[in-house]
C-alpha cells in the first residue's frame, strides 16, 4: 500500500542542543496514526519539520513516494497537508468565520471579500462538525475550549488529504471531542491520513489504527495499536514501569474548610452550593458551556456573581477581585497557562515569584537574593528541570511549565486550591508527578476543587465529584457510588 507520507531520519538542533535526532513516520490513508511521547521528546519538532515552519538538519520527507522540501506552512498546505496546532494563534478582533478563512476570503464583485458567502461556509462547517458556535461571533468573545473548535475547523476546512492534530481535544469537552471523533471517522473513510497527537491515552486507544514513540527527540518504536496494551505503551513513552496512575494518600477531615452557597451569575449559572473538607479534592465534571470555569472565576474574583456566598472555615469572605481571594489564602492555576497562566517572555525565577512579589521585595527595591532562594526551592521541591531559573519558562516542557505555575501558588503558601484542567497537555510521567503534588497538599490539611474534562482523572483524583449541567448542579456523588456512564448521563 502506498503511504501519504513517509519520514525517515529527521534532525533538528537549537543552539547545539539537539530537539530531534530520529524522527521517523509512516502514514496509510485511511487510517489514524498516533505520535506519543512525553513533553520534550520532539513531537512538536517533528510536525513542525513537516509544516515548513523549520528547516530540517538532516533526514527525509517522501509524499507519496515524492522526496519533498517546505520551506513555508503555505508550501505545505499547498501539497496537502494541515496541521491543528496546540497553541491557539487567534485573531481576537475578528469572527470565527473570518480566522478561518484568513488569507483565503470569498471574493466578491469588483474585488471585495463576500463577508455572506463566508459566514455561510463557516456556518456549514460548524455544523456539519456539531460545534455549537455562531461564525459571526468575535473570537476575543470566545472561551478558550471554543477557540480550539474554531482551530479544528480552520485546519479542515484545507480538506487536506493529510491532517496534523497536535492535541486537538485539550481543551475541549466530552461531547465537543465525540464530534471530533466522528469527524475524523468521515475523514479516514475518504482515504485521509491523520497523525493524532495526545497525551490522553484512553483516545489514542480509542481512534488510532497504528503507533509511533518517541523518547529524548529519537525514535523508539512503531507498530499497529492492537498488539500493544497501555501499561506498555507507557512504558515505551517513560522508559520505565510507572506505577499506579492515581495514588490517593489524602484522607478528608470533618472540618468544612470551603464552602459556597447559592453562587449565581444570571444567563452562566444558577444558585451552585458545595462545601470542600479541609484534606478533601472535589472534582467538578462537566461539559463545555455547563458553567465549570465561571465558578472559579466568582471564587477569585474575576467575575462579580448576583447572588450568592463563599467561606472559608465558617467565616464569609468579601471578594471582590482576585487580591482579595490572594489575601484569603486562594490560589487559582487557570486552564490556560500560557494565555493566563505565565509570562512566557519572562524567566523561570520572575514566573515562580510573580504572586509573591509584595512579599518578596517590600517597598521599592527588588530583593533579588530573597526572589533566587524562594525559586530554587520551589524548583527542588517540584523537581522542575530547567538549567537554570533565568532562563525564558518558554523554553520549557509543558509539564514543567505547569509545575512553575503550581510553584507560583505555593509559594503563597495556600489554604484553598482551585485546579482548572491541571494537567492539560502534559504527559504521563509529568501528570503523576502533578497528582502526587495536589493529593500531597491536601494530605496535609489543604482544600482542592479540580475541574477537569478528563473522566478519568476526575474519577481517579476525587473524593467526591459534583456534577455540572447547563450552568446547574446536577449533583455532588462520592466517587466510590458513581462511575463514567453516570458521569456523562448526569452531564448531558
Known sequence: MEHLLE????????????????????????????????????????????????????????????????????????????????????????????????????????????????????????????????????????????????????????????????????????????????????????????????????????????????????YVDSGELASVTRPQLISMIVGRELGEEYVKTNVPSQTVGFGVSGLTIPGRIEDISFSVRQGEILGIYGLMGSGRTEIFDCLFGLRKPSAGTITLAGRPLAITRPADAMREGIALVTEDRKLTGLNLIDSVRNNICLASLPELSPGFTMQRRREQSASAEMIERFGIKAARDTMPVSYLSGGNQQKVVLGKWFLREPKVLLLDEPTRGVDVGAKREIYRIICDFAAQGGTVVMISSEIDEVLGMSDRILVMRQGRSAGTYRREETDAQSLVHLST
Not at 543552539?15 to 521528546?41: M, W, Y
Not at 519539520?49 to 538532516?58: F, K, N
Open 7 to 218: 519520514v525517515e531520519g529527521l534532525k533538528k538542533s537549537f543552539g547545539g542542543v539537539a530537539a530531534l535526532r530520529d524522527g521517523r513516520l509512516r502514514l496509510r490513508a485511511g487510517s489514524v496514526h498516533a505520535l506519543c511521547g512525553g513533553n520534550g521528546a520532539g513531537k512538536s519538532t517533528f510536525l513542525k519539520i513537516l509544516m515548513g515552519i523549520h528547516r530540517r538538519d538532516a533526514g527525509s520527507i517522501r509524499r507519496r513516494g515524492q522526496e519533498v522540501h517546505f520551506s513555508t506552512p503555505a508550501e505545505a498546505l499547498a501539497s496537502g497537508i494541515a496541521i491543528i496546532e496546540q497553541e491557539l494563534s487567534p485573531v481576537p478582533h475578528m469572527t470565527a468565520a473570518e480566522n478561518i478563512f484568513l488569507g483565503r476570503e470569498p471574493s466578491a464583485r469588483f474585488g471585495g471579500i463576500d463577508f455572506g458567502a463566508m459566514n455561510r461556509q463557516a456556518q456549514a462547517l460548524f455544523d456539519q462538525l456539531g460545534f455549537n458556535i455562531r461564525a459571526s461571533q468575535y473570537m476575543m468573545n470566545l472561551s478558550v475550549a471554543q477557540m480550539q473548535l474554531v482551530e479544528i475547523a480552520k485546519a479542515l476546512s484545507h480538506d487536506a488529504e493529510v491532517i496534523f492534530m497536535d492535541e486537538p481535544t485539550s481543551a475541549i469537552g466530552e461531547k465537543e471531542a465525540q464530534h471530533l471523533f466522528s469527524a475524523i471517522e468521515r475523514l479516514k473513510a475518504a482515504g485521509k491520513g491523520i497523525v493524532y497527537v495526545s497525551h490522553r491515552l484512553s483516545e489514542i486507544f480509542q481512534i488510532a489504527d497504528s503507533y509511533t514513540v518517541f523518547r529524548d527527540g529519537g
